[in-house]
């Protein structure tokens, strides 16, 4: 059984700032833009092999939520079951996933981000690749988008240790 952590965040132009360095007594200039361009960035790692899966969409709906899910899988190796662990958004109904045999879904309590270390990757992806950007156009959110989660996810080790959870660990003896 392989146990997968799904999310998404909404990437664009009314971007998250973050901390600047600056010189002490200064006040560092970050870019606000005005635009409303944005892009989904739909993403799902299975900690115990660090393997991951993500899509990137214009909106969220239920449709591209299923695309995701077929994509995990897809990713599950043969013969294993997928239990995808997700928030309760709208779009994540319970009948989702009737249709994929290989694949469950467990929903975490409500307002519990805590329990979702994907949380953890959004901020990462944030910190070191989408924050204090101006974005040209929907285009260049795509590229970025796509930069940072091929970043993140090109280390093995950082995906493993930043998503992994000891309360998780279930051993298939």
Wanted: with cysteine; glycine share 4%.
């Amino acid at each position: 059984m392989d146990y997968w952590f799904q999310d998404e965040a909404r990437i664009g132009q009314q971007n998250t700032t973050t901390r600047l360095w600056a010189h002490k007594g200064t006040r560092p200039r970050a870019v606000k833009q005005q635009q409303f361009d944005y892009a989904y960035l739909f993403g799902a790692i299975c900690p115990s092999t660090g393997r991951t899966e993500a899509i990137i969409a214009p909106w969220v709906n239920r449709d591209i939520m299923r695309q995701h899910l077929e994509l995990i899988s897809a990713a599950t190796e043969s013969g294993c079951h997928a239990v995808v662990i997700m928030d309760g958004a709208g779009w994540h109904t319970d009948d989702i996933a009737k249709d994929i045999p290989n694949l469950s879904i467990i929903k975490l309590p409500p307002y519990s981000p805590e329990l979702n270390p994907i949380e953890q990757v959004w901020s990462w992806l944030r910190q070191h690749h989408l924050a204090n950007r101006s974005f040209e156009s929907y285009d260049d959110i795509l590229e970025a988008c796509t930069t940072a989660w091929n970043d993140f996810v090109n280390d093995l080790k950082r995906v493993t240790q930043m998503c992994h959870r000891d309360w998780l660990d279930v051993s298939n003896t």
